[in-house]
Structure formats: structure tokens, C-alpha cells
């Protein structure tokens, strides 16, 4: 999937959005905004293999009348997990745009004809979104999720003249998904992601109840030799995004964003003199750095919300309370990790470990156990030949011997050399 992402595609998706039904602009309350929605809805309809397709409108209640009354939306695309439909993983770009760095005077009078492309700010974003809803739904790869992937084009994340603050399409998003008691067990915010003339770099911006997501971005940059390169632990802390509205809601979110802030100078990357002028066009984008920040949310998406090993589908995942299985540690490891589980009645168990297409590299346990709490080591010695650097799977069952009311799970763990 990682190498079907199309840089044309991408391309042709941010000559759309800068365009956007020839208005050259997508700031909220124009028409180039309301081309940019149907130009986005109707691309996600028509990929064949998608669940749906959903407009979710809002109104921004404290913007200057008649804009208050004055509908916004948000374009939600859904795969369906096929194991735990209830639980989701969100990958969102907002799709508006701003030309506010040209001064206050003329974004204030002019806000409503102004050229503003916004092809960096965020045509890079949503264009990455439209293209990994292509590759996830194609039926060439047969990708069936065990979570539910939601895709979302945000409106209303940028300011503007007539309201005061921002992110308020994600903020409604969040707000209702927190009161509907949406089980987000992750969300990503890619915003503003092509822009650098010397390196293809991105910062990821977490809070620490994030880390674990941001961390496995990083591993998944590594294990599928995507090339971007990213910042690490300690990760920068911002709320100038989408994702900020998931932490509002106690859910766990991260951004990718080509600098952290993109108005300031790093070692890796020089400050955007484009972002939310009218000079925000194609032109200025490192298009490499975009194709391989799609791919990277491709690849994190899918081995977070996929089943890479499609083990045994007639076996039950039937969960009895008192069977727990844990995360491995140290994770990554090298050459050993230790996994832990839980037994509160006496089972069978097996612990098999398998490698990232499926195939059986070893039975650690195959035995009858007392309830209790145990722990084994996994050593890549016990492989023939080692194991090379990538992504292994630890797969616990436990039930009677028969296997009636098994317990199956199975977490994923990272060898480095």
C-alpha cells in the first residue's frame, strides 16, 4: 500500500484545492470554501469501498450575523473495522485557508475576494487524506481493518475577520464524538506538511498522554523505510490544530506539521515565508516531502487499525474476564523482550509469535497453567537465522484444550538491530 501512494495524485488533489472552483481561495464564507467542500465529498464518494460518506454541518455561533447562521462542514469518511467497529483511529486535515499574513488592514477589508491558494496551509493535508481513503478502500489489498478509520477534512480551523478563535470544526467534532461517548483511541492532525528547499523533514507535536502514538509514528517512519526525517522524544508541545480539540475532550492526538511552530527557524527546517499569503502556491511545495508524510500516515494507520496477520479467521476472539495479555518490554528490543499476561482461572495457553505476512516463527508456551500472573522472555536466538529489523506479532490463546471459550489476542512488537 505504502508504494501505491501516487505523487501525481497528490499533485492534482492540491491543484484542485488551490484552485477551488476557480476562486483561488478557500477562506470560510466564500464560495472558493463551499467548491472545496463538494470537490472533497464527491472525490470520497467515488471510491467504491468506503462505508460512507458523511457531511456533518456547524455554525460558528459567536461569528458576526448573517455568518453566524451561515452553515460549515465537516467531510467524514469511514472504514468500518471488522472486529472492534466501536473503536477508531482518525487521520484529519482542514481544508480552509488564510491569507492573514498579507496585514491586518488588507485581510480585514478584503478576507472575502482575497487570493489565498493555501496550497502548503493545507492543501498538503487534506490531499494526503483524499489519497490514503483511495489505498485503504482499493480492493487490490484487501486491507480490512480490525478498528474503525475515520478520514476527516475539518472546516473552520483558521481565524478569520468575521469570528473570533479557530478550530471549530474539530472542536464540534470532538465536542459531540465526547458527548456520544466515541471510543477515539487515537487522532492525527497533518496540517501544513510540504514545505522545505533542503530536507524532508516533519515535526510530530505531542502532549505525554500522546507519546505512545507519536512513538509509534517514529517506529513506523523506521520499520517501513519511509525516509522522512523526525523529531524525537521529548515532542514538541502546540494547540495550533485540530488535534488540540481532541485534547480538550481527554482523547489522545498528536500533529504532523513541517516545523513546529512553521513561522520559526530550526536546525532542519527554514520558517515558511508563504503559509497564509496569497504566495501559498503549488510552486513553493517539496512534493517528495508530501508523498512521504502520506506515507508514513498510511503505514502508521494501517498497522495501528489493520490486521497485518490474518491469523486464523475461524478462531473466536471471545474476551472472559481475568485473561489479560501485555505490551512486550522493552519495545523496540534487542536481542530480548519480556511478555507478561494474566491468568485468574486455569488455562490452556499458547503464546506463538509470527512474523509481518502471518507465517509461525516459534511456540514460546503450549502448555496447561495455573491461575496466576506470569512472564516470558522471547529472545531472537530462538530463531533460526535471527530476525531482521521490522515489525513481529505475539499471539496469546487461552481456554480449555479443547479450545472452547478461547481467549485470542495479539499485540505487535519492534526488533531493531
Not at 43 to 48: F, H, K, Q, T, V
Request: hydrophobic letters at 35%; a negative charge.
Amino acid at each position: 500500500m505504502v508504494d501505491s501512494v501516487s505523487t501525481e495524485n497528490l499533485v492534482d488533489h492540491i491543484k484542485t484545492l488551490e484552485h477551488a472552483g476557480g476562486h483561488l481561495s478557500r477562506v470560510n464564507f466564500t464560495p472558493g470554501n463551499d467548491s472545496a467542500a463538494v470537490f472533497i465529498k464527491k472525490y470520497l464518494e467515488s471510491l467504491p469501498n468506503l462505508t460512507s460518506v458523511v457531511v456533518d454541518t456547524f455554525f460558528i455561533s459567536s461569528a458576526n450575523a448573517p455568518f453566524n447562521t451561515r452553515p460549515l462542514t465537516n467531510i467524514i469518511a469511514t472504514i468500518e473495522g471488522t472486529v472492534f467497529p466501536g473503536k477508531e483511529y482518525i487521520l484529519g486535515a482542514h481544508y480552509d485557508c488564510s491569507a492573514s499574513r498579507e496585514g491586518s488592514s488588507v485581510w480585514n477589508s478584503q478576507w472575502q475576494t482575497i487570493k489565498a491558494p493555501g496550497a502548503d496551509d493545507n492543501g498538503t493535508g487534506v490531499a494526503a487524506i483524499l489519497e490514503i481513503a483511495r489505498i485503504l478502500s482499493d480492493t487490490t489489498f484487501g486491507f480490512k481493518p480490525d478498528y474503525t478509520i475515520k478520514l476527516i477534512a475539518f472546516g473552520a480551523e483558521e481565524g478569520g475577520p468575521a469570528y473570533t478563535s479557530s478550530h471549530h470544526g474539530s472542536i464540534a467534532y470532538a465536542t459531540k464524538a465526547k458527548q456520544n461517548n466515541d471510543n477515539i483511541l487515537g487522532m492525527v492532525s497533518i496540517d501544513m506538511v510540504g514545505y522545505n528547499n533542503f530536507y524532508d523533514y516533519n515535526d510530530i507535536v505531542s502532549n505525554e498522554s500522546s507519546y505512545w502514538l507519536a512513538d509509534r509514528y517514529v517506529y513506523a517512519n523506521e520499520i517501513y523505510s519511509i525516509g522522512l526525517m523526525l523529531n524525537s522524544p521529548p515532542f514538541v508541545y502546540a494547540t495550533y490544530s485540530d488535534h488540540a480539540s481532541f485534547w480538550e475532550q481527554g482523547y489522545k492526538a498528536i500533529l504532523m506539521i513541517e516545523g513546529a511552530p512553521p513561522w520559526t527557524n530550526s536546525t532542519y527546517y527554514q520558517a515558511n515565508p508563504y503559509y497564509h499569503k496569497k504566495s501559498d502556491s503549488l510552486g513553493t511545495l517539496n512534493m517528495e516531502l508530501v508523498s512521504k508524510v502520506t506515507k508514513l500516515n498510511l503505514a502508521a494507520v494501517a498497522s495501528l487499525a489493520g490486521r497485518l496477520t490474518d491469523l486464523d479467521e475461524s478462531e473466536k476472539e471471545i474476551m472472559p474476564s481475568g485473561i489479560s495479555l501485555y505490551q512486550n518490554y522493552p519495545n523496540p528490543f534487542n536481542p530480548a523482550t519480556t511478555i507478561k499476561y494474566r491468568l485468574e482461572r486455569n488455562s490452556f495457553v499458547t503464546i506463538k509469535i509470527f512474523d509481518l505476512l502471518g507465517k509461525e516463527l516459534t511456540t514460546l508456551i503450549n502448555e496447561y497453567k495455573t491461575a496466576g500472573d506470569y512472564e516470558i522472555e522471547f529472545n531472537e536466538n530462538l530463531i533460526n537465522g535471527g530476525l531482521a529489523s521490522g515489525v513481529y506479532f505475539y499471539r496469546l490463546s487461552a481456554g480449555s484444550e479443547s479450545g472452547l471459550e478461547s481467549f485470542v489476542e495479539t499485540k505487535k512488537m519492534v526488533y531493531l538491530q
